[in-house]
């Protein structure tokens, strides 16, 4: 890593053991080895943008807010829609080694990426589907604890494609940017009086997470 690099990467260390949770040397070797296997391979296979400076800040540490609100239990089983080069996935998974993620993506490409990745870190109890959302439901409704998403689709498709996976008590964590609202409207005109939802703007935060985004949440009554 380069100087800047190494700064980004000790700012995401300190912000994740000071606000978030706190991780241990094999956690912040994994995150390194990360970084450094996503930069080698998307110059292969264009995994994510190009620019390297804003890496840990847009992709790392926003994905690891979602540990901010909610800390995952070892029995918790998580489904990340659209995991793409592992945002939010991977990096929830590296915060809760003991629970259960199921990682899924319809580009092969990225969900080849993504089960090498899983083999360097050695992580266990996780699985990679190169597979479309809608051809989950029949093996997997009503399995999962949580479902994430992170730069997906627009919040009313993904209530509809995330509502069969979740239990009863399931609670959906999506990232959304700056035009949240607009997604928020559009969910409303769905008019599912079963669900509520709740939005957590990341300004609001006690550090800076260099984002205007939300993290929007939609459960059951």
């Known amino acids: 890593m380069n100087n800047s690099i190494d700064i980004n990467i000790e700012f995401f260390f300190q912000t994740i053991n000071n606000f978030i949770l706190k991780i241990d040397p094999e956690q912040e070797r994994q995150f390194m080895l990360y970084y450094d296997f996503l930069i080698e391979q998307n110059k292969k296979f264009n995994l994510i943008s190009r620019n390297e400076k804003d890496i840990i800040e847009r992709h790392f540490l926003n994905s690891a807010l979602i540990a901010f609100y909610y800390k995952f239990l070892p029995t ?54 190169n597979d479309r959302v809608e051809n989950l439901s029949k093996n997997y409704s009503d399995k999962f604890d949580f479902v994430t998403a992170r730069a997906v689709s627009q919040l009313d498709k993904l209530f509809l494609l995330s509502k069969s996976l979740i239990n009863r008590r399931g609670i ?50």
């Open 76 to 129: 918790d089983k998580i489904i990340d829609i659209g995991s793409g080069a592992g945002f939010p996935g991977i990096i929830l998974k590296i915060l809760f080694p003991q629970s259960q993620f199921t990682l899924v993506d319809s580009t092969t490409k990225k969900t080849n990426f993504l089960k090498e990745l899983v083999s360097k870190l050695k992580l266990q109890k996780i699985e990679i589907l």
């Open 172 to 221: 959906m964590v999506f990232l959304k940017g700056k035009k949240f609202q607009e997604e928020i409207d559009l969910f409303y005109k769905l008019k599912n009086n079963d669900y509520n939802l709740n939005f957590f703007p990341l300004h609001s935060l006690p550090f800076s997470a260099g984002s205007d985004g939300v993290i929007i949440t939609i459960q059951r009554s």
